[in-house]
């Protein structure tokens, strides 16, 4: 019996290997399942979240994080399945008050509508990426400004972790302040920070995952963590928001700039993150150029149109899944673990939720750390790499945007070259992008 279950599993590990390449990209089975669940933990917050936010778009609240669970399944699963990347989707933070604060509270667009300006938007990001668009964006951005992106990104998490753990706080003199060190989430963040850090340094295989539970079972005699009171709950009905999007309306004349602000919101984000993360992984070769990125992008693309017929805002590539990059996470497995925790999740909710987010800051800001480190591919001495890689970098936690800081950046960089006399050495697509971002800050913004 042993030996049948033995052959069973090296059959299984073999199929693995062969379909996702584990050797080739340096990990093994062991390794994409720990990241898959490091990066599921990290992100798992939107299942809370999302659905507070858009039910306050008029969205119903369990038909919500039924979409969202959905939604992050299918298109995390497609990226892991078809693009072979440790990428996790999921409906986008930001996004998501756009679409409930601005579209629907402010612009008094029906949800059912706003629900069809995202599904259009998707189809958009769809024909860009189908048509090649997508991938010279990414080739166009010289290789200073992806070092940047990656450090600036790095920063951004590092903020979050920081904000959610309760040791930055806001300050109406001084815009951020320290938080209060005696209070028992903020403590608990602190305890979670040395024990996760103690454990990256020793080499601890793992360790980022390992500190998430540690500090999350500490939290429970701390009062922070709270038990749940059973371990499955029955899924709510998605009905609500299930392909209840009105695209008719959405294809109004007047409805065009909501269309094309969250397309360049989601695309920027998204080139943001890939460059970003896709930096750490050796996914971007000699040439800057991102391997079987077309795929990749191609996956996130269609989660935001899965999400739209779903019932949720746009669905967009995580920048958390530099969590699980950083445990080790090299293929498409690490996706796929992912997605099938987060269908899990619709049942195992009460469990998933459990995990404060005072447990998942500090996986953030050790995050934050690995991913500054490519600040060292900086040349800081040559002012013309400096000074829009810093504005790039910078900016993004400044702004709690990763496309502001992008959009910033692109300018500042096309600007300075032209002005200081080198302005063949832009390329095109760079000069498109930055009239695209001064027209979107003019108009738009």
């Not at 795929?295 to 590539?317: E, M, Q, R, Y």
């Not at 945007?401 to 063949?424: C, D, E, W």
């Amino acid at each position: 019996m042993k030996e049948e279950i033995a052959i069973s599993k090296s059959s299984s590990e073999s199929l693995l290997e062969r379909y996702f390449k584990l050797s080739e990209n340096g990990t093994d089975v062991r390794t994409e399942i720990a990241a898959g669940v490091t990066t599921f933990v990290t992100m798992a917050y939107i299942l809370l979240v999302n659905p507070v936010i858009l039910k306050d778009g008029g969205l119903d609240q369990g038909a919500v994080f039924m979409a969202t669970a959905l939604a992050a399944a299918i298109s995390t699963m497609f990226m892991g399945l078809y693009a072979n990347y440790p990428f996790a989707l999921a409906p986008g933070m930001g996004l998501n008050a756009f679409f409930a604060y601005v579209m629907v509270g402010g612009m008094n667009i029906p949800w059912q509508t706003a629900l069809g300006a995202v599904f259009l938007s998707g189809i958009i990001a769809v024909i860009v990426t189908l048509t090649g668009i997508r991938e010279l964006l990414i080739r166009a951005i010289p290789m200073p400004l992806k070092h940047a992106v990656g450090a600036g990104i790095g920063l951004f998490i590092a903020f979050i972790g920081f904000k959610n753990a309760g040791i930055i706080v806001a300050n109406s003199a001084t815009f951020v302040d320290l938080g209060n060190l005696k209070d028992p989430g903020t403590l608990l963040a602190v305890i979670g920070l040395i024990i996760t850090g103690v454990l990256v340094a020793r080499g601890v295989r793992g360790g980022i995952l390992i500190g998430i539970i540690l500090t999350t079972i500490i939290g429970v005699p701390m009062g922070v963590t709270q038990l749940p009171s059973s371990l499955i709950s029955s899924p709510p009905s998605l009905a609500p928001g299930l392909l209840k999007l009105d695209i008719m309306g959405a294809l109004k004349f007047s409805m065009f700039p909501v269309i094309f602000s969250l397309f360049f919101a989601d695309l920027f984000d998204t080139i943001g993150t890939f460059v970003g993360v896709a930096s750490r992984t050796g996914m971007i070769d000699e040439h800057g150029n991102l391997k079987r990125g077309n795929k990749a992008l191609f996956a996130d693309s269609l989660g935001t149109v899965i999400g739209a017929l779903l019932g949720t805002s746009n669905t967009t590539t995580y920048v958390e899944s530099a969590a699980g990059v950083s445990v080790g996470g090299r293929t498409g497995l690490t996706s796929v673990v992912v997605a099938l925790l987060f269908i899990a999740s619709i049942i195992f909710s009460p469990i998933a939720l459990a995990v404060p987010s005072q447990a998942t800051a500090p996986a953030l800001i050790i995050v934050g750390v690995f991913m500054a480190s490519s600040l060292n591919e900086i040349k800081f001495h040559d002012f013309y790499e400096a000074f829009p890689a810093f504005l790039t970098v910078i900016l993004m936690p400044l702004t709690y945007s990763i496309s502001m800081g992008l959009a910033l950046g692109f300018i500042s960089y096309t600007l300075l070259m032209v002005l200081a006399g080198r302005g063949k050495e832009v390329h095109w697509v760079m000069y498109v992008l930055s009239v695209l971002f001064i027209l979107y800050f003019m108009f738009i913004r």
